[in-house]
């Protein structure tokens, strides 16, 4: 009889225990469940940030469940996090190519609106102001095509007819298109080193596209560099490429902005930019050629120390023979 009861009480007792740890897992368990559908629920509503990864505990289909919840919305938010910032951009993109056509524009209009308003203009005065409309309208015209040319090159419809050419005879080509430009500061245009050998350095690009690069490479020299100062155009050559430098000794570019200098319009002094000039696109259009060749223009810039801008090109695997000279007739 004794042993009935102390069965029975024995029973009794891991029956209890049992529906106790039973109740005790069913509730942690809809808990959990709770806290994933409080998840999805934040999900549906797009609020990513307020979801938590903290679990009561840790069985592993809803661990799993869990987790493929929080990555979904760890991807979603990064994908929302990217809109905004594009949208950013593009909202500023527009404010500046706006400000941009309005300038030249309200210039042209300015200059012509006042010959047509005044009767009595001499004919110095309508030259001088037709020909500073005509600049603005020509300005005007330059920012279109670049703002075509970086558009074309963005969507990779433009093609690099790639080619052998000398590049020092390149750079010497337009020392003087700006030898003007850099008398007006007085900066000396050189070129390292100063011996070329006899047959050149060649590299395999678009020649005329890598024209346009160093145009807008030395030319920002030239404009940003120091007055009295130098630009210097240095080719090294390797075994298989030819790496390009074009180093001023300017004031330098702050490192917050040393990876911004390339975007469309951007610029650090605004005020100063500006007044001197330019689309705003060249270094833009050229980070874009320069990208098409498989390869990348690097910034190296300290303040006080001036700036080097560089890229690597390809050597063309036969280079051609240097022309002979044409002998004269007796």
């Known amino acids: 009889m004794a042993f009935r009861e102390a069965f029975l009480a024995g029973g009794i007792t891991v029956a209890a225990c049992f529906l106790l740890v039973y109740l005790s897992f069913e509730a942690l368990i809809f808990r959990e469940i709770n806290n994933i559908y409080a998840s999805l629920e934040n999900v549906k509503r797009k609020e990513f940030k307020r979801l ?34 594009l949208q950013a951009l593009r909202r500023e993109f527009l404010a500046d190519v706006s400000h941009e056509l309005k300038t030249p524009i309200f210039a042209a209009q300015g200059f012509v609106h ?15 102001f037709l020909t500073k409309a005509a600049a603005s309208l020509d300005a005007l015209d330059a920012l279109v095509q670049d703002l075509v040319t970086i558009s074309q090159l963005e969507k990779g419809v433009v093609r690099m007819r790639r080619q052998a050419f000398d590049l020092a005879a390149l750079v010497r080509e337009i ?19 100063p011996t070329i050998p006899a047959t050149g350095i060649y590299v395999l690009a678009d020649r005329n596209r890598i024209r346009q690069v160093l145009v ?23 075994n298989k490429v030819v790496k390009i430098s074009v180093r001023d000794d300017g ?11 390339f975007e469309r319009f951007y610029r650090i002094d605004k005020s100063r930019s500006r007044d001197s000039g330019g689309s705003g696109l060249g270094l833009a259009i050229s980070k874009h050629i320069v990208e098409a ?13 001036g700036t080097t801008l560089e890229f690597k090109l390809p050597r063309p695997k036969n280079i051609p023979a240097p022309p002979k000279d044409t002998p004269t007739e007796a």
Do not use: C, W
């Open 52 to 85: 938590s990864n903290k679990f009561l505990f840790r069985p592993e289909p809803l661990k799993r469940l869990r987790d493929e919840i929080l990555q979904m919305a760890e991807r979603r938010q990064k994908e929302i996090d990217e809109l905004k910032r």
């Open 114 to 128: 006042t010959i047509l308003d005044d009767d009595e203009v001499d004919d110095f005065t309508r030259k001088k």
């Open 175 to 193: 020392f003087e298109l700006l030898e003007l430009k850099a008398a007006q500061r007085n900066v000396e245009l050189v070129l390292f080193p």
């Open 216 to 238: 807008n490479l030395i030319d920002n020299a030239i404009k940003y560099g120091r007055e009295n100062g130098h630009v210097t155009v240095t080719l090294i050559e390797g």
């Open 251 to 261: 004031e330098g570019i702050p490192k917050q902005h040393q990876n911004r200098i």
């Open 293 to 305: 060749h498989k390869s990348a223009i690097r910034v190296h810039s300290e303040l006080g120390h």
